[in-house]
């Protein structure tokens, strides 16, 4: 007779050999230590601009007066964009596995 917490293994495992979780990173071929994650871009010239967002934001970040920055500070473009690639980083499919692990987790409490 099982236990409850093989019941519970069993079950996740089931849930995640059966979904798509863990699609965010990539192994990385070359050193299976590494992984990579994609951000969707139209062009060079769009890579480009997120960079420089990036950039740009830092240094405002880093700089107390701003001189020489001011209308690279002042963009909220730059920001926007910024707002983007923190979205597409955001790892949809595990946090639904999170969910499915929170649940599990108050049931078998409910349980005892």
């Known amino acids: 007779m099982k236990t409850q917490q093989e019941e519970s293994a069993t079950d996740f495992l089931k849930l995640v050999k059966n ?5 965010k990173l990539k192994s990385d071929n070359s050193n299976g230590n ?3 994650v994609t951000l969707k871009t139209a062009s060079y010239n769009e ?3 997120m960079v420089s967002c990036l950039l740009k934001a830092s ?3 880093l700089k107390n ?9 002042e963009s909220g473009i730059d920001v926007l964009l910024l707002l983007e690639m923190a979205l597409q980083l955001l790892p ?3 946090m639904q596995l999170l969910d499915e692990l929170h649940k599990n987790a ?7």
């Open 92 to 94: 949809d499919e595990e």
């Open 47 to 49: 890579l480009n601009l």
């Open 34 to 36: 590494l992984f990579n």
């Open 106 to 112: 108050i049931d078998r409490k409910a349980a005892q």
């Open 59 to 61: 240094i405002c970040a």
């Open 19 to 23: 979904m798509e979780y863990f699609t």
């Open 65 to 73: 007066d701003n001189s020489g920055y001011s209308s690279a500070c």
